[in-house]
């Protein structure tokens, strides 16, 4: 009887928690992300699990630093002309990056060096079924249809970039009916805007000086959790021993990833058996 607790007590904490896709684990992070930030969600994307405390703050503190140049954007009531032009150099930047920066990243050597066993894997953790299935939503596309993936993702990406080209044509109408003062506010607030979020070598422009471990935790939750969930167990170090294993993360001491952790409250646990086990 006694055995059979224990074997029910290990399903439970490891549980047949299913890895989550590429597709699934980029919806939860925009909604999440644009939970925290006061925005109104995408249209088609919806959460499907439940996002751990330490995830939220780092997305709370994403929007006090990278995003923070974004927010104060937000409309108040009166037309602030410069702020508008910052609005419009965003997106302008949006389009570049969705038409040249992105596909210079398929460029990348490095892509050549992937083996065809882990493109395989990759493939099959990407989460086509997903995919589809949203892009022929916003495409206005039959469920049946079976245009390739590739196909569907880069029509979304086209139409994108059109909605985007109308809006700035809205607001070059705006700006011709305006005087000269109002004009170079806006023409200013258009420059200033094209690098705010994004600089032209495709980084953030925005505080982010621990930006690049936020992303790898975020992109590791799965895995974080697998470690909370373990029967055997696991502390904060065993994070940090893969963590060190990234090449840009390689250098640094374990004092430095403490206190990353700690800022975000993540915490693998203590040491010594999961409380759960200590009564078996």
């Known amino acids: 009887m006694k055995q059979k607790k224990k074997i029910e007590q290990s399903q439970h904490v490891t549980g047949k928690y299913s890895s989550p896709t590429f597709f699934e684990t980029l919806m939860n992070v925009h909604c999440d992300l644009r939970l925290e930030l006061g925005l109104p969600p995408l249209e088609y994307w919806q959460k499907t699990r439940e996002t751990p405390s330490w995830v939220k703050n780092i997305y709370q503190k994403l929007g006090r630093t990278l ?28 389009i570049t990056f969705l038409t040249h920066d992105a596909w210079q990243l398929f460029d990348d050597p490095a892509f050549e060096k992937v083996s065809d066993e882990k493109w395989v ?61 109002n004009k170079n506010l806006f023409l200013k607030g258009m420059g200033e805007g094209f690098t705010i979020f994004l600089n032209e070598d495709g980084q953030f422009a925005g505080d982010d000086r621990r930006a690049d471990i936020h992303m790898e ?32 993360f390689k250098n640094r001491t374990p004092d430095w990833f403490k206190d990353v952790f700690k800022d975000i409250k993540l915490s693998i646990g203590p040491r010594g058996r999961p409380p759960q086990y200590s009564q078996a």
Request: glycine share 6%.
């Open 67 to 94: 995003f923070k140049s974004i927010l104060k954007l937000r409309p108040k009531g009166v037309i602030n002309w410069r702020n508008y032009g910052r609005i419009i150099g965003i997106m302008e930047r949006h």
């Open 121 to 181: 894997k990759f493939n099959a953790g990407l989460g086509e079924v997903e995919a589809r299935k949203y892009y022929l939503k916003t495409l206005g596309r039959p469920a049946t249809d079976q245009t390739p993936l590739e196909e569907l993702a880069v029509m979304a990406i086209e139409r994108k970039i059109t909605d985007l080209e109308k809006v700035k044509q809205t607001a070059f109408a705006h700006i011709a009916e305006q005087g000269a003062k």
């Open 217 to 248: 935790l975020i992109a590791w939750q799965h895995d974080i959790e697998k470690l909370q969930r373990s029967v055997l167990p696991k502390t904060n170090q065993h994070l940090i021993t893969e963590l060190k294993k990234v090449p840009e």
